[in-house]
């Protein structure tokens, strides 16, 4: 079977589409090759026979000694063996920067082993430490663990833990050199090993695509076995004559002879069968080759555009925004929940120390952003006092210039030395002790200035140790096992370190053990839910005053640590520190730790820390970064729900929520505030029924009010052990369900495993969603894997979430413009590009399917081959692209202003089945004129009684080459009428595209070899007038339809994008009364139903009245308030569809996905009221509502119709004469329609209802309305 017989013509386009695929292809393989040679490229320093010389990395081999520099880069994973330090007594110390392993940015500290720091002074000492053997763990992926031994000849064994590892990746840091011995290389090394590919992620558009694929493949089947079918019906009546049509062989001299013998039926069915496969082959360009090779390459341009918007692009730090993934690029238009992390997403990350309690005093003057959002939380206002303690601590601030430090109050200098009593003066002598102490913070000295920066674990270690300078106490060294602070005295202390119990999300505190004057004291921080515990007896009322004032800083906003000491025996310290060396030195132990099991570590830390005495406890503020209130608000607005996950307290995560718009104050917004962390009898039961009784109440109140836009707003607060409970399966439903009916969520309390299992509930459990999940540090990284799309920000915390990520963006306010402007943009031009891809194909494909009617079925080609090759590559390739590169159908400022215009996105209004039907219903429309119309035009023509005809009847290649004509143009015209931006070059392609069908025509039929068949015929052709007559018809007729559908559209049916085209076109922004409330939210399904929650749903008595409510908002599609003087009409005979969808709303299988409800926007004074019912989605009727001068709907009812629909422009004549109409039909009085339909369809009780309405608005409505024919009412106001 074949259809160029036997040429391969396919193999023109096919390897153009094989070869710009792989272009990409080759361009991210080449980078990632590029990157591999530079790394194995890179020079070290191994150490042969005593020598030291540089190898590359690639030569790198386990059991090699390298050397290792100040600031290179560690090849590969290796244990130490000896430092040069800057010291002049040797530790063994080394510090390594980890930012490209685990994501933090800090130092940390390594150890040589302690057999061999002391014998390697120099290169050549590698060759006198004898013969070792090192045993050690298969290689793995766990960074935080190496299980090991290291043993020389004679001496014995000695435990290699992570401390003593140096690994592949990591940044020498503060010494001179390092050796070491190489233990892991390649693929072996840790961070090779957990460089885990991040899972591939399909957008939806792309997964839709997939199920239109296996449609329209079923279309195509169809056309074929129809084909395949009329062919069988042919041959039956027509064969049995045409005896030279038959396969069996017939007498030449008497072709009848052996008719008898003849198998017509089997021959028939078999070569209907072979005819079937060949309408395949003829219309094979149904599904097209070049799809995903255009949406790459579209992709491709688009992600360049991303990535050099100037507008996300954060000068500071020189960091542009970074797509990662750009096969998500429509994925940002569609975007319903929003997850995020606070610290270091919404807040900087860069702390500020602001207060602290100290002996029950508290110390600090001024108020935080949040702090302020808590008093309007409360209805109050700030205090005079307040405001001026925040004006002089930010002068004072700015005065001393100490980093990280923003405090003022001067009763703490006079209280420090002993104005208020001498017990006051040493406890914050103590307390500033302890915090220039209990840190993991590393200084580094600038030799050359003499300056020392301090590199910090965390953000928040680092604002306790300059809070600490500040007040006098400054740590200048850690060496040797000791600190030293310098006091404001000017003297230094220096203080052994004997032990360090460092901070984990587990243990939530730090300790440590130091000596001084022969007396050992442990300094300990961390969270009061596990230093109350911990504390010693009689406490209590310091212990009151000081949460009391913990509370407080908790409502500003501030990050709190409890600080507590505690004096040691130094018998009994001795004791317990050689049991804990011994146990951190166990293998056995070590790994029940780091799997979470009961451990002698952790049982010992627990002995050594208890019996504390409270200090107080310090308060550190981390600001919110610029512009997030506002991109919260207008994501808000543009229909997005967002939930903030954060580890804070319930008050303080509450108060950040206020200060950034999320949250709004009880009488705006109901909070339901669900915890389990103080609530011994929390179980699974009473969470569940606290959520039905809130579940219900909603719906009450949503049915008493009529639409849920009329109500209170609902928004969730809950904790960690509360999300415990809540994941049960039992439970699960029903929170999910109650998140679903509140604007926000707040998460507290929350681990980064919780935040990945809320992300995946809401992404499994509800259809529709489209969820993206944001956040800065390694914590996050579950989660933004777990989303459809996740969003990395390059922030304090490194670079893991970065690295996770399909996009990374600097500051959590870019993540407005990624995507109101940029996500919107992309999923519309994608989503018109995919239609119109398959739109032209269909066209060109199936007008030869029209065609076989008038040759018996035969599947005879009447294109020219060459203009089938080139149709996807010269003819329509290019045009479609620029359009899904370029064009803006509404201008970023307007998106921006108006962030409603994303909701088309969330409810999948411009790509979806509906859409993708009309534009094949239409493509095949216009197939059958572009088929059918030139064979008549031709034809007649070229008759002798015609005018201007030759007697000449025109070839099957004269009416290929006419409707291939047709083709080109029509699919190239529908282009044109659904773009909106126009620039030079747009206009040129389209030019070029056009006029290279007819100069590669009149080319590929002037040269015989190209193409016997149509040889000469195109150029008679361009000679016969009615051939151009015959294009300019069609073209006018096909376009003309869409034109005049666009101007009804826009007169009668506008959309949202319609009317803020017309009012940025005609600069109406003055009209200071239009204004764009917030759009229904689409609905979101659970997938599962609740048994114990039926569905509430009631038949009204209104029904006539709520359906002609229901079918008039069809009219209008955006909510605005209207001017005086602009109307409607409203047809009667609509009525007839009114009582048609009757059935259709009180079905309960009329329900549909993902569809928005109804709502209404009263406004005016009411002067009329009229009592309306109304609908939230199809299948339930949630109450009525009076309404009074005036109301606007929003259409959300209906499905945007494909090509003609939702997108549409009309020409700039157009456009100047649809803004009455656009603003007119958007706007409409309800009572006065009720009054103006007449149509006697309903039943009994519905008619005595709309009478009296009727009769209540006649004479309000009737100075406003005049008949304009039978059934027809204008209304205007």
């Not at 674990?457 to 500040?470: I, N, R, T, W, Y």
């Not at 310290?573 to 070590?590: M, Y």
């Not at 996950?645 to 669900?674: F, S, W």
Request: glycine content about 8%; proline content about 3%.
């Amino acid at each position: 079977i074949t259809n160029p017989h036997g040429t391969p013509t396919v193999f023109l386009p096919l390897s153009f589409v094989v070869f710009v695929d792989g272009i990409f292809a080759a361009l991210e393989d080449l980078a990632r090759h590029a990157a591999d040679d530079r790394a194995n490229a890179s020079l070290t320093d191994s150490i042969e026979n005593g020598k030291s010389k540089q190898a590359e990395w690639s030569t790198v081999r386990v059991g090699d000694f390298l050397k290792i520099k100040n600031r290179e880069v560690i090849p590969a994973d290796i244990v130490i063996l000896a430092v040069k330090e800057k010291t002049q007594i040797p530790e063994g110390r080394a510090y390594v920067e980890t930012k490209s392993l685990d994501g933090e940015t800090n130092l940390k500290m390594r150890r040589a082993l302690k057999c061999t720091y002391l014998r390697i002074k120099e290169d050549a000492d590698t060759l006198n430490i004898g013969e070792g053997k090192i045993e050690m763990e298969h290689p793995n992926k766990l960074i935080d663990s190496f299980k090991g031994t290291f043993s020389l000849v004679g001496q014995e064994k000695e435990v290699i833990d992570p401390n003593n590892v140096l690994l592949r990746g990591c940044t020498l840091r503060n010494v001179d050199w390092v050796i070491g011995i190489v233990v892991n290389t390649g693929q072996d090394t840790k961070i090779m090993m957990s460089n885990t590919e991040s899972p591939v992620k399909l957008s939806s558009l792309e997964q839709r695509i997939n199920v239109e694929i296996k449609r329209v493949v079923m279309y195509l089947g169809a056309v074929c076995f129809t084909g395949a079918m009329g062919s069988f019906v042919w041959k039956h009546n027509k064969m049995l004559d045409a005896w030279y049509l038959r396969w069996t062989e017939a007498d030449a001299e008497d072709p009848t002879q052996n008719l008898h013998d003849y198998n017509a039926t089997g021959e028939f069915l078999l070569s209907a069968i072979v005819q079937f496969f060949y309408y395949f082959l003829l219309m094979a360009n149904f599904v097209p080759v070049s799809l995903y090779v255009s949406m790459s390459t579209v992709k491709y341009f688009q992600a360049k555009f991303i990535e050099d918007d100037l507008e996300i692009y954060h000068a500071e730090t020189d960091t542009p925004t970074k797509v990662r993934t750009m096969a998500l690029n429509e994925e940002l238009g569609q975007i319903s929940h929003v997850f995020s992390d606070k610290t270091g997403t919404l807040t900087c990350n860069i702390m500020d120390f602001r207060k602290c309690t100290v002996n029950g005093v508290s110390y600090g003057k001024g108020i935080t952003e949040i702090g302020r959002a808590a008093f309007m939380l409360q209805g109050e206002d700030v205090p005079d006092d307040v405001l001026a303690g925040e004006m002089l601590s930010r002068e004072h601030a700015e005065m001393h210039k100490q980093p990280h430090v923003n405090f003022y109050d001067q009763s703490i200098r006079f209280d420090l030395v002993g104005a208020k009593t001498e017990e006051q003066a040493e406890a914050l002598q103590d307390f500033f002790t302890v915090l220039a102490l209990c840190h993991s913070v590393i200084p580094e000295h600038d030799e050359e200035t003499g300056e020392v920066h301090l590199s910090a674990s965390s953000p928040d270690d680092e604002a306790l140790v300059c809070g600490a300078k500040f007040f006098g106490f400054d740590f200048i060294d850690r060496k040797q096992g000791n600190a030293t602070l310098k006091l404001s005295t000017g003297e230094e202390k220096t203080y052994q370190i004997l032990e360090m119990i460092e901070f984990n999300s587990t243990r939530k505190r730090m300790s440590v053990v130091v000596k001084k004057d022969d007396v050992i004291e442990l300094y300990s921080k961390g969270a009061d839910t596990v230093m109350i515990p911990r504390l010693k007896g009689n406490q209590e009322k310091l212990l009151g005053s000081t949460c009391e004032h913990m509370t407080e800083y908790a409502k500003e906003g501030l990050r709190t640590l409890m600080i507590c000491k505690r004096t040691l025996d130094k018998d009994w310290f001795e004791k317990w520190h050689k049991d804990f060396k011994a146990a951190s030195a166990n293998l056995t132990e070590i790994e029940k730790r780091l799997m979470g099991k009961s451990n002698k570590i952790d049982l010992l830390a627990e002995d050594l820390e208890k019996d504390l005495r409270l200090l107080g406890a310090s308060a550190i503020e981390d600001k919110l970064q610029d512009g997030v209130p506002a991109c919260i608000a207008d994501l808000a607005n543009a229909g997005i729900k967002i939930w903030v996950l954060t580890g804070d307290k319930v008050e303080t995560a509450i108060n950040i929520a206020v200060a950034c718009r999320l949250l709004h104050p009880e009488e705006y917004m109901e909070q339901i505030i669900i915890t389990a962390e103080d609530d011994d009898e929390f179980d699974k039961n009473k969470l569940k029924d606290k959520l039905i009784e809130n579940i219900r109440e909603f719906e009450n109140d949503v049915k008493e009010a009529g639409s849920p836009d009329l109500i209170k707003p609902r928004a969730l607060v809950i904790d960690g052990p509360a999300l415990i409970v809540g994941m049960d399966a039992e439970v699960q439903p029903y929170l999910l369900r109650f998140t679903q009916c509140c604007k926000a969520v707040v998460g507290c309390r929350v681990s980064p495993d919780q935040k990945r299992q809320m992300v995946n509930m809401v992404k499994t459990k509800v259809r529709g969603v489209k969820t993206l999940a944001i956040g800065d540090g390694a914590n996050d990284v579950a989660m933004i894997q777990a989303a459809h799309v996740g969003i990395g920000i390059s922030g304090q915390e490194g670079m893991q979430a970065v690295n996770a990520s399909d996009y990374a963006i600097a500051q959590f306010k870019y993540l407005r413009r990624l995507l109101l402007v940029h996500g919107r943009w992309n999923y519309r031009r994608m989503s018109r590009l995919v239609c119109y891809i398959f739109y032209k194909n269909i066209v060109m494909a199936i007008v030869q399917f029209w065609y076989a009617f008038q040759t018996g079925f035969s599947g005879q080609k009447f294109y020219f081959e060459g203009g089938i090759q080139l149709f996807n590559i010269a003819y329509t390739c290019f045009p479609i692209m620029l359009l899904g590169v370029f064009d803006k159908d509404v201008d970023e400022k307007i998106i921006l202003k108006y962030p409603q215009l994303y909701n088309n996105g969330i409810r999948d209004a411009f790509f979806n089945s509906g859409v993708f039907f009309n534009w094949i219903l239409a493509g095949t429309f216009e197939s059958v004129i572009i088929s059918i119309f030139p064979l008549y035009a031709l034809d007649n023509t070229s008759k002798p009684g015609a005018q201007g005809g030759d007697g000449l009847l025109p070839s099957l290649w004269m009416f290929g080459a006419t409707s291939f004509s047709l083709v080109v143009l029509v699919t190239n015209f529908k282009l044109l009428m659904n773009q909106y931006t126009f620039p030079w070059f747009s206009i040129v392609v389209w030019l070029l595209s056009v006029g290279s069908w007819f100069l590669s025509a009149w080319g590929m039929t002037s040269v015989l070899i190209m193409d016997f068949d149509g040889y000469g015929v195109y150029v008679e052709l361009m000679q016969n007038q009615s051939y151009w007559l015959c294009l300019l018809l069609v073209c006018v007729f096909l376009g003309g339809r869409d034109f005049f559908f666009k101007g009804y559209q826009r007169a009668f049916r506008p959309q949202l994008h319609h009317v803020l085209q017309e009012i940025d076109k005609f600069n109406l922004d003055s009209l200071d009364n239009i204004q764009i409330p917030l759009p229904p939210q689409p609905h979101m399904y659970m997938k599962e139903n609740l048994a114990d929650l039926p569905e509430h749903v009631e038949e009204s008595e209104n029904l006539e009245l709520l359906q002609i409510v229901r079918r008039a908002t069809r009219t209008a599609s955006d909510m605005f308030h209207i001017p005086k003087g602009l109307g409607f009409a409203f047809d009667a005979s609509d009525m007839q569809t009114v009582m048609e969808e009757r059935n259709i709303v009180l079905g309960r299988s009329a329900v549909k996905h993902n569809k928005s409800r109804m709502s209404a926007i009263i406004f005016g004074k009411s002067t009329s009221p009229t009592n309306a019912s109304f609908v939230d989605r199809p299948g339930t009727m949630i109450g009525k509502k009076s309404f009074g001068e005036g109301i606007a709907f929003w259409d959300d009812d209906d499905e945007l119709s494909g090509e003609e629909e939702d997108d549409e422009e009309e020409t700039s004549a157009g456009k100047e004469s649809t803004i009455m109409g656009s603003l007119g039909m958007a706007g409409l009085f309800v009572s006065k329609l009720m009054g103006a339909v007449d149509d006697d369809k309903s039943d009994d009780k519905s008619d005595d209802k709309i009478d009296s309405k009727r009769e209540a608005t006649k004479s309000e409505g009737s100075s406003n309305r005049e008949s304009v024919g039978s059934g027809r009412w204008s209304m205007g106001f």
